[in-house]
């Protein structure tokens, strides 16, 4: 009798294997559906700002805003402290050179005067006192020469007489010694007054050059106290605008005190400031336009400033032709700064998608517009308008412009 064999239950090999390629398929299909997803933003075409890479001329220049500024400003500080008691121009009024616009007073500098004017004039008795006196001892002395000499004369003479009387024996000895005796006598007292006065006379001279140069120091010093005296009056530096006027009547000023600055208006430069980035390119002497109501005028850069402050440098432009005729101190400018010269580029029309990837990648759309795919790119150059293209893009491939921080890490973009 045959016995039936039942089929054994349960999981055989072969179930093993459908189940692994069915776990399969679905971490392919997880893979396919949510990995992808994780790299992929979705949003409206509407919502972004698309733009054409396109070849062209590429123009080398940056747009800066500035200022209208007087051609020079001078700073008026008080060359003397006082008190204010007149104020003889207002802020804003044309001056011209040497026009007085506030008066001092300062009490301890007329006391000064006096002071010096007393000490000069005791230096002019002094200096009148001695020179009689030297005088007179010239005059004493010559006189004193003078009769010296009259008498050496006398007594060589006498001298020379009994010297031959007493050769022939016709006078003693002693009337020849004695006549010897006086002649030398009168010899050196000749010679001592002759000294004497010589040195009186270069006395006289060193002593009154030493007495006239003190005098005339003195002379001087008297002339710079009432120099200072003039400069109680505060006067214009230069021909201008009085651009500020810090003084007001009774104010007290000290010595060294910035009151005032003249506008200098024979010209007007532009006071621009630029971003930091830019600074290993900007020179002298680079050439600007600005364009003023369907005019173009030409500015030069005459002056780079070396410090930065707040990511920007300063730099100063001055008109190199005309300038417009309405033109006044505090006007704000937009200037094209020309930094080099034009070439043919691919140019990348400026979006804000550069403060997302500082130029480094940037979405790329394709053919049929319906996404966008990351790529690494290559900027150069930048204007107001363009960036300059070195590589990664094409002539007209058209490119995501507007900002990337709503796309997180994806790697391409679904555009509906």
């Known amino acids: 009798m045959d016995i039936k064999i039942e089929k054994k239950k349960g999981l055989r090999l072969k179930h093993y294997g459908y189940m692994g390629i069915g776990l399969l398929v679905l971490f392919m299909g997880y893979q396919l559906v949510f990995a992808s997803s994780t790299a992929t933003f979705r949003t409206e075409k509407d919502k972004l700002s698309v733009a054409e890479v396109v070849q062209g001329k590429f123009d080398d220049y940056i747009t800066i805003n500035g200022n209208v500024a007087p051609i020079a400003t001078i700073y008026m500080d008080a060359y003397e402290g006082g008190r204010v008691t007149e104020k003889l121009i207002e802020e804003g009024a044309t001056v011209k050179k040497g026009d007085i616009i506030l008066k001092l007073e300062n009490i301890n500098l007329y006391e000064q005067i006096l002071n010096s ?11 009148r006192s001695t020179r009689l006196s030297f005088d007179s001892r010239q005059v004493e002395g010559r006189k004193s020469l003078a009769t010296t000499s009259t008498d050496l004369q006398r007594l060589k003479r006498n001298f020379e007489q009994n010297k031959a009387l007493y050769d022939e024996e016709l006078i003693s000895k002693e009337a020849y010694l004695l006549s010897k005796e006086n002649y030398e006598l009168a010899q050196q007292t000749f010679d001592i007054v002759k000294l004497q006065t010589e040195q ?13 140069t003190d005098l005339a120091r003195m002379r001087k010093t008297l002339g710079m106290v009432y120099q200072r005296l003039d400069h109680l009056n505060v006067r214009a530096p230069a021909d201008g605008q009085l651009g500020f006027l810090d003084a007001e009547i009774g104010q007290n000023i000290t010595q060294g005190q910035r009151i005032g600055q003249i506008n200098v208006l024979t010209d007007y430069k532009i006071e621009a400031t630029i971003d930091e980035h830019y600074i290993d390119r900007v020179k002298r002497d680079l050439f600007a336009n600005l364009e003023r109501n369907g005019k173009l005028y030409k ?11 707040n990511g920007k440098f300063k730099v100063d432009l001055v008109f190199s032709d005309t300038k417009p005729e309405t033109i006044r101190a505090g006007q704000s400018y937009n200037i094209k700064l020309q930094l080099g010269a034009s070439s043919d580029a691919l140019l990348l029309p400026k979006g804000s998608f550069f403060q997302s990837t500082g130029g480094q990648w940037i979405f790329v759309v394709n053919d049929d517009g319906d996404e966008a795919n990351k790529r690494p790119i290559r900027i150069g150059k930048q204007n ?26 994806a790697e391409k973009i679904v555009l509906k």
Do not use: H, M
């Not at 004017?117 to 200096?127: F, G, R």
């Not at 270069?202 to 050059?209: E, I």
């Not at 500015?299 to 402050?309: A, C, F, G, Q, T």
């Not at 293209?389 to 796309?407: M, P, Q, R, W």
């Open 299 to 309: 500015l030069r850069l005459r002056k780079v400033y070396p410090e930065v402050r």
């Open 200 to 212: 009186d006379d270069a006395l006289r001279k060193t002593s009154l050059s030493g007495l006239d």
């Open 117 to 127: 004017e007393s000490n000069l004039a005791l230096k002019q008795n002094d200096l």
């Open 384 to 409: 107001s308008r363009y960036y300059e293209v070195i590589e990664g893009l094409d002539a007209g491939e058209k490119v995501i412009t507007s900002n990337y921080d709503n796309f997180g890490d």
